[in-house]
């Protein structure tokens, strides 16, 4: 039996996405609910905290990869000014260990934008009477994935600025650290990751998603 939302109760979304034809598409899926409306739309992710705030809806969609703010930063940040605000991911990435730390941090919806639309619309009664959803084929890439290497939010910030062609230099200026800081960090990402060379690295950070998320940078 599927889930639906209660009679005469009004719920209220915001959208977060770069791209006006997603919007368009999750919009109709949201509001195809009885009761749901959606109040906002961000192309960014500065925009969408400001919303989030402004309104504390009661459902925020996010895509993971957002100019100014990524979709996680967003997350943990309206996490902290709307805690009971349920919030769903979208990604197009294949990153699979941003995708743990997403479950981890407690993402109440996780889904492919290659995925099925029906399975979102299914998932949002569930998700709004506090369910978790993880949709099929992000679990199956969580279930049949390695290990992941465990990077730190440093290492992670680095290898996106790495993947991004910033030079140590301009990675220590934007950081605000030295560039024998961002040096020693880059020695200690390459070991980590059993990697000899820029090009390895450079081919890790495409299979894990940085790439996709340093072209904001």
């Given at each position: 039996?599927?889930?639906?939302?209660?009679?005469?109760?009004?719920?209220?979304?915001?959208?977060?996405?770069?791209?006006?034809i997603l919007r368009n598409s999750i919009r109709g899926i949201l509001e195809?609910?009885?009761?749901?409306?959606?109040?906002?739309?961000?192309?960014?992710?500065?925009?969408?905290?400001?919303?989030?705030?402004?309104?504390?809806?009661?459902?925020?969609?996010?895509?993971?990869?957002?100019?100014?703010?990524?979709?996680?930063?967003?997350?943990?940040?309206?996490?902290?000014?709307?805690?009971?605000?349920?919030?769903?991911?979208?990604?197009?990435?294949?990153?699979?260990?941003?995708?743990?730390?997403?479950?981890?941090?407690?993402?109440?919806?996780?889904?492919?934008?290659?995925?099925?639309?029906?399975?979102?619309?299914?998932?949002?009664?569930?998700?709004?009477?506090?369910?978790?959803?993880?949709?099929?084929?992000?679990?199956?890439?969580?279930?049949?994935?390695?290990?992941?290497?465990?990077?730190?939010?440093?290492?992670?910030?680095?290898?996106?600025?790495?993947?991004?062609?910033?030079?140590?230099r301009e990675i220590a200026e934007h950081l605000g650290v030295s560039a024998?800081?961002?040096?020693?960090?880059?020695?200690?990402?390459?070991?980590?990751?059993?990697?000899?060379?820029?090009?390895?690295?450079?081919?890790?950070?495409?299979?894990?998603?940085y790439l996709e998320t340093a072209r904001y940078l």
């Open positions: 039996m599927t889930l639906t939302l209660e009679t005469g109760k009004s719920w209220t979304a915001v959208i977060a996405d770069d791209h006006a195809g609910h009885d009761g749901l409306s959606v109040v906002a739309e961000a192309s960014d992710g500065l925009t969408a905290i400001s919303l989030a705030r402004q309104h504390m809806p009661d459902l925020l969609t996010l895509d993971i990869a957002m100019p100014y703010a990524q979709g996680v930063d967003v997350f943990h940040e309206v996490r902290r000014w709307a805690p009971d605000t349920r919030i769903v991911i979208f990604t197009g990435l294949s990153s699979v260990g941003l995708m743990s730390e997403l479950v981890a941090a407690g993402v109440d919806g996780l889904f492919s934008k290659s995925g099925d639309p029906e399975a979102l619309a299914q998932a949002i009664p569930v998700i709004l009477h506090g369910g978790k959803v993880v949709a099929p084929e992000v679990r199956a890439m969580l279930e049949d994935a390695p290990p992941a290497q465990g990077l730190t939010a440093r290492e992670a910030q680095i290898l996106t600025l790495i993947a991004a062609g910033k030079a140590n024998k800081t961002v040096d020693n960090h880059r020695t200690n990402l390459m070991r980590k990751l059993g990697v000899h060379s820029v090009a390895e690295l450079l081919s890790y950070a495409l299979r894990e998603g």
